[in-house]
């Protein structure tokens, strides 16, 4: 998994740095726990939020 960060720009309204990991899987098939698990992971590994977008659905 590759992760990418993106914090906003100086002068937005967001107070902080908030950082959003995105994961997105493009299999037709439903992805379940594991890929959910590593976004997780990536999550506490960058103090972030995340986004995961999986085109065949969530299990």
């Known amino acids: 998994m590759r ?6 720009a100086p002068g937005t ?10 994961q997105v899987k493009s299999e037709t098939g439903q992805v ?4 959910v ?6 999550m506490a590994a960058y103090s972030a939020i995340g986004l995961l977008v999986a085109w ?3 299990t």
């Open 3 to 8: 992760a990418w960060t993106s914090s906003p």
């Open 13 to 22: 309204l967001c107070p902080g740095e908030p950082k959003l990991v995105v």
């Open 32 to 35: 379940g726990l594991p890929v």
């Open 37 to 42: 698990q590593q976004l997780q992971g990536a």
């Open 56 to 58: 065949g659905g969530i």
